[in-house]
């Protein structure tokens, strides 16, 4: 990795943000425009992380967890204390976050049915009732803020 992966000017950080249902492919979407240096924040990579596990088993205990690890690098990352700073940010999310900072959305438009077929085919250790019910809440609820302007 050389220097030129980081960003001197601590005000040029640019912040992604990756949102859409479980499923849609939002890990595949960052790994494939990420480059070296970037800080990639990751819900189900955090999990796996911290629960020292390869699957993405959500384990409700650590989830405050994983939410203060994630709130911790978000903030950080939008104190912009100086110094050497990622040259891009990929925060990935089920839902359009709000933490004050300037960034780019990219809104996931895989459908329901590909995310629901996903699910089924690998559900590499998650609880397939609960994501299901993730995956039909983000459609309704995207529905609803597309119909009302949202």
């Excluded at 189900?44 to 994983?66: I, K, N, T």
């Amino acid at each position: 990795m050389t220097t030129t992966d980081y960003c001197e000017d601590h005000g040029q950080t640019e912040v992604h943000v990756v949102f859409g249902p479980p499923c849609s492919g939002k890990s595949t979407f960052v790994d494939e425009r990420r480059r070296p240096g970037d800080l990639v924040v990751d819900w189900d990579r955090l999990m796996m992380a911290l629960a020292g596990q390869a699957s993405r088993h959500h384990d409700p205990v650590l989830a405050p967890y994983v939410a203060a690890a994630r709130d911790a690098v978000i903030s950080r990352l939008g104190q912009r204390r100086g110094g050497r700073e990622p040259r891009s940010a990929w925060i990935v999310a089920t839902w359009p976050l709000n933490h004050g900072m300037v960034w780019t959305d990219h809104v996931m438009d895989t459908s329901m049915d590909e995310c629901l077929r996903r699910l089924y085919a690998d559900p590499d250790g998650r609880d397939v009732a609960e994501v299901e019910s993730v995956i039909r809440s983000w459609f309704t609820r995207h529905q609803s803020l597309a119909v009302h302007g949202g």
